[in-house]
């Protein structure tokens, strides 16, 4: 548990590069967390995902959503990916739940949910969001944006 909190390094120049990056990531997780069949290889698979999850939800919620809506005007687009990712966040709790209290009969169904929304909120940041932010943002919005997250991420990077 002592290095979950560094599963997602900052990888790229710009804030999409970052975050399609934190999607693959996460995808890969997922794939890990599907193939984990033993209890514990399970416990730790969602471990890695859960931290990854909250690190790539809590960079886009604080950061980029707001982008979204405030440079690029879609205010509708930034309040359905805000939705998303809560509904996401509930899923991964009752799975945290389930393991925590050895009632993981309904884990693979569950789990499956779980990647089926965030593959359906990835791909709509990705084919959406992403473009009409980019599309919306000049040099300096973009520059600020992918500062921002270099230096926010930083902040989860030193706690081990
Ligand atoms: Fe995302």
Same mark, same amino acid.
């Given at each position: 548990m002592n290095n979950t909190s560094i599963q997602l390094p900052v990888r790229g120049n710009d804030t999409v590069e970052i975050l399609t990056n934190d999607h693959d990531a996460i995808k890969t997780l997922f794939a890990d967390l599907t193939k984990a069949t033993a209890a514990d290889g399970r416990k730790e698979a @969602?471990?890695?995902? $859960?931290?990854?999850?909250?690190?790539?939800?809590?960079?886009?919620?604080? =950061? #980029?959503?707001?982008?979204?809506?405030?440079?690029?005007?879609? $205010?509708? +687009?930034?309040?359905? =990916?805000?939705?998303?990712?809560? +509904?996401?966040? #509930? =899923?991964? @709790?009752?799975? !945290?739940?389930? =393991?925590?209290? *050895?009632? !993981?009969? !309904? @884990? *693979?169904?569950?789990?499956?949910k779980l990647q089926d929304a965030v593959l359906a909120h990835i791909k709509e940041e990705e084919t959406t969001a992403f473009p009409e932010l980019q599309k919306a943002s000049d040099s300096k919005h973009a520059a600020e944006l992918t500062a921002s997250i270099r230096k926010f991420r930083g902040a989860f990077q030193i706690v081990a």
């Open positions: @969602f471990e890695r995902l $859960k931290a990854a999850l909250v690190i790539h939800n809590a960079t886009e919620e604080n =950061l #980029v959503y707001p982008a979204l809506r405030m440079v690029a005007h879609e $205010k509708l +687009e930034s309040e359905t =990916l805000y939705h998303q990712t809560a +509904e996401a966040s #509930v =899923l991964v @709790f009752e799975l !945290d739940s389930m =393991l925590k209290a *050895g009632e !993981d009969s !309904d @884990f *693979g169904v569950k789990a499956a």
